[in-house]
C-alpha cells in the first residue's frame, strides 16, 4: 500500500494568510493525487485532482503543485470559510490511501 | 442535481451486520463507480472498496476482505454496502462517493451514515 505523509497535523493562521499544506508519498503517483476539504459534521468535497486541477466551483485561491512523491496545497488567502481540514489522496493504484488530516484553525 | 443519498444512522450489536443505502440521482448511476469510505470518531479517511454498478466488480480493501460486500440495484440507483462480523472500532460514518473517471477523484459524495456499534 501506499503511505501518505500529510503535514503539517494542525495549524493556526489567520485570515488573509498564506497557508501551505504538504503531502508526501511512499512511492512513486505522478500526478495522481488529490486534495479534499472537510468541515466539521459535513462529507469530504473535492478541491483538487491531478495534483494541480481546480475542481469546478472551487475558489481560485486554492493551488496545487507537485509530481513523484511530493505535493503541496496552497491557499493564498485565507477566507473564515476555509477553517477546515484537508486532506491529501493518491489515485494511483488501490487501495486509495488518505494522509492523516490538517486541521486549520483560526489563530 | 447530481447527489448521493444515504440511509440513516443505526445502533447495532457487535457480531451484527449492517447495510448502508447510497440512492444516485442527476447522473447516469452505471456510468460511475461508487466507493466507500468510512471515517472512525475524531479520525482520518479510511477507503473500504469500490464497486462498477455497470459490470457488479468489485475491489476491497484486504482490511475488509471477507467482511464487506459491495452491491447494486441498477433499477433503482442505488448501492449498498453490507459489513458483517461488527465490532466496537466498526463505530464510523460511511459515506459512498463516485469516481469520476475524468478527475480520477472522488467528486461526488454521500451525506454520511453512522453505524455506532455497542452492546
Known amino acids: 500500500d501506499i503511505q501518505m505523509t500529510q503535514s503539517p497535523s494542525s495549524l493556526s493562521a489567520s485570515v488573509g494568510d498564506r497557508v501551505t499544506i504538504t503531502c508526501r508519498t511512499s512511492q512513486y503517483i505522478s500526478n495522481y493525487l488529490d486534495w479534499y476539504q472537510q468541515q466539521p459534521g459535513k462529507a469530504p468535497n473535492l478541491l483538487i485532482f491531478?495534483?494541480?486541477s481546480l475542481q469546478s466551483g472551487v475558489p481560485s485561491r486554492f493551488s496545487g503543485s507537485g509530481s513523484g512523491t511530493d505535493f503541496t496545497l496552497t491557499i493564498s488567502s485565507l477566507q473564515p470559510e476555509d477553517f477546515a481540514t484537508y486532506y491529501c489522496?493518491?489515485?494511483?493504484?488501490?487501495?486509495?490511501?488518505f494522509g492523516q488530516g490538517t486541521k486549520v484553525e483560526i489563530k | 442535481q447530481v447527489q448521493l443519498v444515504q440511509s440513516g444512522a443505526g445502533v447495532k450489536k457487535p457480531g451484527a451486520s449492517v447495510k448502508v443505502s447510497c440512492k444516485a440521482s442527476g447522473y447516469s448511476f452505471t456510468g460511475y463507480d461508487i466507493n466507500w469510505v468510512r471515517q472512525a470518531p475524531g479520525q482520518g479517511l479510511e477507503w473500504m472498496g469500490w464497486m462498477s454498478p455497470n459490470s457488479g466488480n468489485t475491489d476491497y480493501a484486504q482490511k475488509f476482505q471477507g467482511r464487506v460486500t459491495l452491491t447494486r440495484n441498477s433499477s433503482i440507483s442505488t448501492a449498498y454496502m453490507e459489513l458483517s462480523s461488527l465490532r466496537s472500532e466498526d463505530t464510523a460514518v460511511y459515506y459512498c462517493a463516485r469516481w469520476a473517471v475524468v478527475s480520477d477523484a472522488l467528486d461526488i459524495w454521500g451525506q454520511g451514515t453512522m453505524v455506532t456499534v455497542s452492546s
Open positions: 489522496q493518491q489515485s494511483y493504484s488501490t487501495p486509495w490511501t
Open positions: 491531478a495534483a494541480s
